[in-house]
């Protein structure tokens, strides 16, 4: 929290609802820090008609009048030295700190750990209410690595959120790579979740300084597999004699001719499909990630996969159109798929929207526009991390000019 931005005010009121038998009032105090905001009681009271609100003070003549003042001004200098002490030290500034602090009140340290978890349980009440599950899902990760990284580095089993400062983070990061062996992409998301809960605290005035000045990470571009149309026929072509593992392998071949993601092929709805009068079906739902509307034409082959399962389920509009396992079964099954298909690459349910973008669509000339809009983006830049440019249409672009048009 920057101290030098901050907004403080000390305001003095008599509550007019609580009315004491001898006919006065209690004065109040209240302080103010960034919005936020404690009151407490000054243990004096006054008569309604010797207080004015807009001096903040008594308007009487007589000496029990002046005294009060007197008092209230002292008190209101304490509390003015409290904030500036507390400036002055670089430490939190809160309302509470400071009532807490002008009192000499000790006040429980604020952990990391217990912070995280009210984060987490936020979350969890707002998933779909503008949050999606694998947002929680991720923050719950973060949480768990932490907990892990303090245990092995501290032996606790947590830490004050006062404490966390540069060496911790990088000290964790260091961890991420090297304990839990993850790559780079996925230790700068940990450290960007566990950013947010800096800020949050920084926000609140619960630490002084951000602990991730001066520390970048940078995502590093990777290589997006999908299957080439060799693959996705064999893939197609394939008999299995396990039902478990045909079903998985029918909702990828959907999902690489649609684009739909994991929890949107999961959660489609056969009033979802729109039957239009010149014979086409389109999905028309909306992401449940961005919420943004995904409107796609269903190619030949994804309307012979729902009419598959048509004679397998309810066909009632709230009924789902396939019977999708959870995503970790999925992805385990599309491992042994991959073997038996001699494809020897990691098959995964995101694999299948690299595909739709890449092989399907890309490969047949579709415009990164229109992608992007059946992959429900909201902009092309998010569209071109699925959609790789293929050698062979980059051959087929650059053969144009090898025979260029009006040269002999």
Avoid at 220 to 234: F, G, I, S
Avoid at 238 to 250: A, M, T, W, Y
Avoid at 314 to 332: G, I, R
Avoid at 392 to 400: D, H, R, S, T, Y
Wanted: aromatic share 8%.
């Amino acid at each position: 929290m920057n101290n030098s931005r901050i907004t403080f005010n000390v305001l003095y009121y008599i509550k007019k609802a609580v009315t004491l038998r001898d006919g006065q009032n209690p004065i109040y105090c209240r302080i103010t820090v960034n919005g936020s905001r404690t009151e407490f009681s000054v243990n004096r009271t006054i008569d309604e008609n010797n207080w004015s609100q807009r001096a903040n003070k008594s308007i009487g003549k007589d000496q029990t009048s002046k005294t009060l003042n007197q008092y209230l001004e002292q008190l209101r200098v304490k509390i003015y030295n409290t904030q500036a002490d507390l400036a002055q030290k670089q430490e939190p500034l809160t309302a509470t700190r400071i009532k807490n602090k002008l009192f000499g009140l000790d006040e429980r340290p604020l952990m990391l750990l217990e912070m995280y978890d009210e984060h987490n349980e936020k979350l969890a009440r707002s998933i779909d209410h503008g949050i999606s599950k694998s947002t929680h899902t991720r923050h719950c990760t973060t949480r768990s690595h932490l907990s892990l990284f303090i245990n092995m580095k501290y032996g606790i089993t947590d830490i004050t959120i006062r404490d966390i400062n540069n060496a911790f983070i990088q000290d964790f990061d260091h961890y991420l790579r090297v304990d839990r062996k993850c790559n780079n992409n996925s230790s700068v998301k940990y450290q960007k979740n566990f950013k947010k809960i800096i800020k949050y605290a920084l926000d609140n005035g619960w630490i002084a300084k951000d602990p991730f000045i001066g520390i970048r990470y940078r995502f590093e571009k990777t290589n997006k597999p999908y299957l080439t149309t060799e693959e996705l026929d064999r893939l197609i072509l394939k008999l299995f004699e396990i039902q478990r593992l045909s079903i998985v392998r029918d909702v990828f071949v959907f999902c690489s001719y649609t684009g739909l993601s994991f929890v949107d092929v999961k959660s489609l709805r056969y009033s979802d499909l729109k039957h239009e009068p010149n014979g086409s079906t389109w999905i028309e739902k909306p992401r449940q990630k961005t919420k943004v509307m995904s409107e796609i034409p269903l190619l030949p082959k994804a309307r012979e996969l729902v009419e598959k399962y048509k004679i397998h389920e309810d066909k009632s509009d709230a009924a789902l159109v396939f019977p999708v396992s959870s995503n970790q079964k999925m992805n385990a099954y599309l491992k042994e798929i991959a073997i038996l298909c001699n494809i020897n690459k990691v098959l995964t349910t995101h694999v299948a929207r690299h595909t739709f973008a890449t092989t399907i669509a890309m490969g047949n000339n579709i415009p990164i526009e229109v992608i992007a809009k059946i992959l429900g983006h909201s902009s092309t830049k998010e569209t071109r991390i699925y959609a790789v440019v293929e050698k062979q249409l980059i051959g087929k672009a650059m053969g144009k000019l090898m025979h260029p048009v009006g040269v002999n």
